[in-house]
């Protein structure tokens, strides 16, 4: 891509690239001062958080990265953006942010907010390891066995008389 340009949109690119960080510097080389950058359906975590869709099929081979609001915003900074516009349609962000003059620096979660974003990740995949159809659980043999215990210990599962975890309540 040659040139400066004011306005860049990508589709559905944070979702898709491998380094974050380089792809939006290699973004902000091509804009003019003050230019612009439209992001539209980046994939917003609540989808298999809060809305049970599942964490296996979000996450494949070309989907690297969801976000919620306040990370996308905070990348965005960290990157040399400010935020001008954000909003959640269908599950997915439409952002406009222009290139800031300055990056925010980089600030790592907080212990307590971490582990409770890594516990609300956890339990997402485990959701999605107990719905995946038996001919799909090869792939995650080598943890079945402790995503069940987890299941049964939140109250999240049990076990039917044939043998077979069912999910509980909203999850199943």
Known sequence: MDGRFNL?????MLTHVHQPAEYLAEV????VDGG??????ETDEDGFLERGKSMVDTF??????TFDRAPLVHTLAVNGFTTEFLMLHDGTYLCLARAAEQQ???EPLQPAARARREAAYRKAWDISVIRMPEHARWQVADE??????????AG???VTKHGEVRLLGKHG
């Open 104 to 106: 925010v620096a980089w």
């Open 60 to 65: 494949n081979p070309f989907h690297l990265q």
């Open 36 to 41: 612009y950058l439209y992001l539209y359906n």
């Open 8 to 12: 860049i949109i990508a589709n559905y």
């Open 156 to 158: 999240l599962a049990r």
């Open 144 to 153: 079945w066995e402790a995503v069940v215990q987890r299941m049964l210990a």
């Open 28 to 31: 902000r080389r091509h804009l």
